[in-house]
């Protein structure tokens, strides 16, 4: 019971943070959206290592950490950018796609991929190419639809690098993959930045709010790591995978609305995604 809740748990924080996120950094600069909680968890995550003296892990785990940070990072900035050219209610399960670059790396290595999985990933793509369709005729334009679900795929592939590679950054302790992983994501952003000349100092007092999207996301992924020590990861996996139907959900509810040939492929990609992560 505990490991379903701290699976929900990460689930939800997943969702609301990639609502809010894009939300907030309609009205603020979006690098300094991204950066603040960031930032904030990092702090965090160094704070409990010095307290708590934790033991400094090996390089195989500072390089496991720097490349899903860059996987992270690189994500985000394709997924934000995605969530400016498309609705989330599209972008958000092409984003969540990456849990199909895990598996792949596992196929690679090895694994059988079994009929469940295989299922997934055809429903997944078959998903994807059915939401990031346009309504109406060829001569027709409704947004930039297209355009946002190459920049979500893209995403997913970074955010699929960073489900990857935390596995094996987390050998050397939670805090440590987190803290080395943000320090390389942060990099990234603030790289990015300055390619871009991306203005980065929202006005003092929305500093709080630029922070939250960053704070939920390191909220569900201690509260997943959590999860994976209390119970069964075929179980855990799967409830920390329902990310997408809290955005979604949030989207529509807040008066996003799309075709109903999108809809349909957005459920398709979400059962899809559910699928894939399915341990069996």
């Known amino acids: ?13 997943y969702g609301v ?21 960031q930032v904030v968890a990092f702090g965090v995550s160094a704070a409990v290592i010095g307290a708590a003296q934790l033991p400094m892990p090996d390089g195989a785990v500072f390089g496991a950490a720097a490349v899903a940070g860059v996987g992270n990072g690189w994500g985000l900035i394709a997924f934000y950018r995605a969530a400016t050219l498309g609705p989330l209610s599209i972008v958000t399960p092409i984003g969540s796609l990456g849990a199909v670059v895990p598996v ?12 469940v999985k295989l299922a997934g990933l055809v429903l997944a793509l078959a998903g994807v190419a059915l939401a990031s369709r346009r309504p109406g005729g060829p001569g027709e334009t409704h947004g930039n639809e297209r355009a946002a679900a190459a920049w979500a795929l893209s995403a997913a592939i970074g955010f699929g690098l960073f489900l990857t590679f935390m596995a094996p950054a987390s050998e050397g302790g939670v805090f440590w993959a987190v803290m080395l992983s943000r320090f390389a994501l942060l990099v990234v952003l603030a790289a990015a930045a300055a390619l871009l000349a991306a203005a980065l100092r929202p006005p003092l007092r929305h500093l709080p709010r630029v922070a939250i999207p960053g704070l939920l996301l390191f909220a569900g992924t201690l509260a997943y790591s959590a999860a994976t020590r209390q119970g069964d990861l075929s179980v855990v996996s799967v409830l920390g995978s329902l990310f997408p139907v809290v955005t979604v959900g949030l989207a529509f509810a807040f008066g996003e609305r799309i075709s109903r040939a999108q809809s349909i492929g957005v459920a398709v990609a979400l059962t899809g995604v559910v699928l894939v992560s399915l341990q069996v």
Do not use: K, Q
């Open 1 to 13: 019971m505990l490991a379903a809740g701290l699976a929900l748990l990460t689930s939800l924080c």
């Open 17 to 37: 943070s990639n609502f809010v996120g894009p939300a907030i950094s309609r009205d603020l600069p979006v690098y300094s959206v991204l950066i603040a909680g």
């Open 104 to 115: 792949m790396t596992g196929i690679a290595g090895g694994e059988s991929l079994g009929a």
